[in-house]
């Protein structure tokens, strides 16, 4: 087995009387896409944000590399994009090494090397509110990479999009992350893209949430889009479902 | 930028509505006046009004500047004290629940009885008006600020702090220029105020300024002199009014042109 990055052990986390994590296990292995899926209101982001050290769960543990997790392990990508109308796409990808004290140029500079890859350029100046809505979601993928995190925790990033712009957004997710090697955690609440981007699905059971599944996903990387008819890729699909539904 | 601004601010469009109903209102007046015959001592037509109000432009003039002053220092405070009190408020929860109930109950002085013992206590200098105009406007100011740094998605603070940022950093990366739509709101309600404030304060006593020439003007039945600098109070709001658009395109440009924030 090799070392995990990430070992979560037995998180429980309830806001008053309401339980929302319970007993919550899993693992990370280094390099590794593991996507967490389960029902509307769950508690998957309430888990990112135990991860992202926002919220201090009731009890359990989160350990990177055998060691507790701190604030600067997770980079943390909220379900909105939150891209800020007073800052410029440029200026808004760069917010975390601001705050991390890194002086504006080099900042920018750091930033604007990103800018091609994610399709972005030319827009370095632009407002947010001039970015279709994929754009604005690269943006705000930008602004968590840029920070040079061990883990990218995604929380459902291509939610608000149309189906086409999700698809297109999902392959350009695959190549990226070939290229630059990141450890992700995403959540989703569609099947297909968490087969399609994964080495692993969790399936959260309703609140409490606990993980009752976790389906491998065995298909060689990088994938293209041809990929969902492969049958590993149909039975992928067909399990989740199964474990969704019994939930 | 300012060249750009301007035409639009005073584009025919905007202006003209206000300026039809204000002609036929003075007409109407004009008119009533003349058919009725009422003495001007009572009230006087509009054109007598202006007549008599360029016969008198030295004194007016005279009393506008000293009124402008008092209006722009006791603004000024007003801004410092609005700001101050809000970012206090901002930074810690104990003192939000100690001084906006305070705050709240400042409104509810009633000014009328206060200035008079304002000027016992600080003389007929400046101070008592630019306490009178800072007791009127700071309250939307403070409240303007304190809701707009308070209206930020938690969400977004979450992503301050995920990128380790700190309550200082939270404020001024997020709630700072996120409360800047509510802040040019609370600046137009309280600069409307602040010019009528300092007219109230001249009026309860000053050595020069429009308060005190209404007043004496007043004493000596000259309507139609009251009321022409009435017309120049009107406009110096109006003109103020205007001014905080102005600002507003210069300071916070992306506020327009995304409303999304
Ligand atoms: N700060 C909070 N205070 C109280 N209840 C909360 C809070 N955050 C989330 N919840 C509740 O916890 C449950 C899980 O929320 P969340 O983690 O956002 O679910 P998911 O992301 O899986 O849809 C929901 O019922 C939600 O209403
Ligand atoms: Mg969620």
């Known amino acids: 087995m090799p070392e995990q990055k990430i070992v979560v052990e037995g998180l429980s986390v309830s806001f008053g009387e309401l339980r929302v994590l319970d007993d919550l296990s899993f693992d990370v292995a280094p390099g590794e896409f593991v996507s967490v899926i389960g029902p509307s209101g769950c508690g998957k982001s309430t888990l990112f944000n135990v991860l992202a050290g926002l919220r201090e769960p009731d009890r359990g543990a989160v350990l990177v590399d055998g060691a507790p997790a701190g604030r600067e392990t997770f980079g943390y990508m909220p379900q909105k994009d939150l891209l800020f109308p007073w800052r410029t796409v440029l200026d808004n990808t760069t917010l975390g090494l601001e705050v991390a004290g890194m002086r504006r140029r080099d900042a920018r500079e750091k930033a604007r090397a990103l800018f091609a890859p994610f399709g972005l350029a030319g827009f370095e100046r632009s407002r947010p509110g001039e970015l279709s809505g994929g754009m604005r979601q690269r943006a705000a993928l930008l602004r968590t990479v840029v920070q040079d995190r061990e883990v990218l925790l995604l929380d459902e990033p291509f939610g608000a999009l149309d189906s086409l712009t999700r698809t297109a957004m999902q392959e350009w997710l695959e190549g990226v992350r070939a290229r630059y090697g990141w450890t992700v955690l995403l959540i989703t609440h569609d099947i297909r893209e968490a087969v399609f981007l994964s080495d692993r699905v969790l399936v959260l059971s309703p609140r409490p949430a606990q993980v009752r599944r976790e389906v491998a996903v065995d298909l060689a990387r990088p994938r293209a889009v041809e990929v969902v008819t492969d049958p590993a890729f149909a039975a992928a699909e067909a399990e989740l479902l199964a474990a969704l539904r019994a939930s | ?261």
Do not use: C
Request: proline share 7%.
């Open chain 2, 1 to 261: 930028m300012v060249h750009r601004l301007l035409p639009r601010l005073l584009s025919p469009r905007r202006l003209l509505p206000p300026l039809v109903i204000v002609a036929a209102l003075l007409v109407t007046w004009q008119v009533a006046v003349t058919v009725l015959d009422v003495r001007p001592q009572v009230l006087p037509s509009p054109l007598r009004v202006v007549e008599q109000g360029w016969a008198f432009r030295d004194a007016l003039w005279a009393n506008t500047v000293p009124t402008l002053q008092v209006t722009a220092v006791g603004f000024a405070v007003s801004l410092a004290v609005g700001w101050v009190l809000a970012i206090v408020v901002d930074f810690s929860p104990w003192l939000r629940r100690a001084l906006v109930p305070l705050l709240v109950a400042s409104q509810t002085l009633p000014i009328v009885a206060i200035a008079p013992l304002l000027i016992i206590w600080f003389g007929f200098g400046l101070l008592p008006k630019v306490v009178v105009i800072a007791l009127v406007t700071f309250f939307p100011i403070a409240v303007g600020l304190i809701e707009g740094f308070a209206a930020t998605d938690r969400e977004a603070s979450n992503l301050l702090r995920s990128m380790g940022g700190d309550r200082w950093q939270e404020f001024r990366y997020v709630r700072l220029p996120g409360a800047m739509p509510s802040f040019f709101t609370a600046l137009r309600i309280g600069i409307t105020y602040a010019v009528t404030g300092a007219i109230f304060a001249e009026y309860v006593g000053a050595r020069s300024g429009l308060g005190i020439f209404m007043n004496q003007q007043k004493n000596s039945f000259r309507t139609d002199l009251v009321l022409a600098a009435v017309v120049v109070t009107a406009v110096i709001s109006v003109a103020l009014f205007g001014l905080t658009f102005l600002v507003q395109r210069l300071l916070v440009p992306w506020y327009r042109r995304d409303a999304r924030a």
